[in-house]
């Protein structure tokens, strides 16, 4: 009874704390998100003074071409191999940060690490546009070092679109890895190795488990808007860089069908949906 | 089984000495309590001979082998950590047969081998909880029948019943010596309880500051302490200081305390003299058979009555001594009351330094 009664203050005492979160989130995100759901039942855009009309044809639209579900698989593709990526890159990584190193080389490797999180995301794809073009840095580099010749021109192709969205999305995996890792006491791995297993029967019986969580938040955070990416793939990908994300921002900044650009993402945050829904009991269960 | 010697291993961590030349011969099959103060080494001893950690110098070896290049999980112990350090994303069964399971047993054989460890430390049911639905006590139990279930050579115990009550210490207590004793497995067992480590051991070794005080039978090091240190350590005791007779010594006001035979120092030294307050006699005069004994006289300052027995403190000198008197019925003294104590020579024991 007075457990319930002090729980019940608690949360009345929490609501100044918590209304500017929701009325922000109220006014930023919900009020934006409903006119946009708005949009994309419309013919035509009520701005341009047109006249228009209530549809469905919008998202009629996506199941009539296959050209948008054919990008739209593309896409989920891409974004389960940059999750992957971020996995095989970050994964160790945060290993080695929260259980490897200690004290002043730790702070050192993770300003590293955060650092693209600081840099301006176009400063970033076009200084990768530098490093990967033929005749750029890597390709130099390469021949210099190298006794034959050999001609590196990963501009404007899927491995460079590749290797951009992972460069900015791997902090996001190191983060959210590093902060279940360091949870890990290390006398649980030492007990694991007294019980006779190897250091790779330790990861995988006891680390992978119990770092499953922060494994799971970071492929959320990545595969979700690598998913819908535009500007890596625009810069980086050229002709082979098109995708679902910049066929909706196509529809936004060079068509100006929003209507249609509205539809697209929400079928495609739908689909997301569905994929996180599909997705998380699986890993729970592998949790 | 096989026994584990330490051979003048040292630990530093930077200027710090955690082990400071430490030599140990764990006999095969005994059950070694290792004892000391906070912050003593205990524990990092326990780390070099299960391989977490390695000594700057010096040598381990188990069964008869230099360990050296012996990585963790080859060396076949069982350790049972001070936190207990069970795995939280399995279930109990599922800790207790790691072991086992990551040496590839059959599933049969993990499942019986599980549930009899399980058995032993009397947590048959629990094993479909997982570790955080236990208390303390169980933890505790689930962590040793972890270590027990894949037959080590040698067990590793870091105060593993420092989270018990004390009737259910007792229990395990009498438990683990009972398992210890079937298995006949070599078992250093890390304490802060003297009495546990009196009760279970065969041999006690007293850190202190990294360095290996004294070691040998709990009734050696009980009834000759070596030093000062080990004499108020393990267990109580009244330390007289003064110069060397040589086989006893003068305190400041010219009395004389004598030791028990064989006990001989160079004359003039600084000495001390420790007895055991229970080895004391007090009475308010003289007894007649006292010839040879050692006598002091002091009052009563305060009288503690512990059910069995009291304890005395008594005044003499600027020095309060403890005497302890099993509760006969027969005679108490009150507080304030001149007394006399005495106590043999045998029960002095002589200290240098
Ligand atoms: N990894 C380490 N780095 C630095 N110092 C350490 C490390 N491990 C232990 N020490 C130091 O070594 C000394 C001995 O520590 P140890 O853990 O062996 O003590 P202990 O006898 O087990 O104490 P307790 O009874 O409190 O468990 C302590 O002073 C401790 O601070
Ligand atoms: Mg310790």
Known sequence: MAAATASRSGLRSALPLLAPAYLWMTVAIFLPLSAMVFFSFMTELPLSGKPWAFTLGNYAAFFSQSLYLTLLLASLRLGLEV????????????????KVLKGRSREAIFLLVILPFWSNGLVRIFSWAMVLREGGILDTALNAVLPFKINIDLMYSYPAVIIGLVHSYVPYMVLTCYLT?????DSLIEAG????????QVLK???????????????????????????????????????????????FVAVFNWPLGAALSFILLAVVLVILAVASPVLKRAA | MAGVQVSNVSRSFGAHKALDDVSIDFADGGFYALLGPSGSGKTTLLRQIAGFDFPDSGRIAIGGESVERVPVEKRRIG???????????MSVADNV???????????????????????????????GRRPHQLS??????????????????VLLLDEPLGALDKALRVDMQIELKRIQREIRITTIFVTHDQEEALTMSDRIGILRDGRLVQEGPPEEIYDRPKSEFAATFLGDANIFRGDSTGSGIRLADGTAIAAGAGATLTAGAKASCAVRPERIRIATDVGASESNANMLRGQVSKRIFAGNNSTYFVERAGQTLKVIVQNTGIERLAEGQDVVLCWSPESTVLIAG
């Open chain 2, 97 to 127: 047969a790691f072991g086992l399971s990551v040496r590839g047993e059959a599933k049969a054989v993990i499942a019986t081998e599980v549930q009899r460890a399980l058995d032993l430390v009397q947590l048959g049911k629990l094993g």
């Open chain 1, 181 to 185: 890792l360091q949870a890990i006491d």
């Open chain 1, 205 to 251: 019986r006891v680390i992978i488990p119990l770092s499953m969580p922060g494994l799971v938040a970071g492929a959320a955070l990545i595969f979700v808007p690598v998913v819908g990416s535009f500007m890596e793939p625009r810069i980086l990908g050229g002709r082979t860089g098109t995708f679902y994300g910049t066929v909706i921002e196509d529809q």
């Open chain 2, 136 to 153: 303390g006590g169980q933890r505790q139990r689930v962590a040793l029948a972890r270590a027990i279930v894949t037959k080590p050579r």
């Open chain 2, 79 to 89: 350790m049972v950590f001070q936190n207990y350090a069970l795995f939280p994303n």
């Open chain 1, 83 to 98: 999750t992957l990526w971020c996995i095989v890159i970050g994964y160790p990584a945060a290993y080695v940060l929260a």
């Open chain 1, 193 to 200: 190795r007294s019980l006779g297993a190897s250091r790779l």
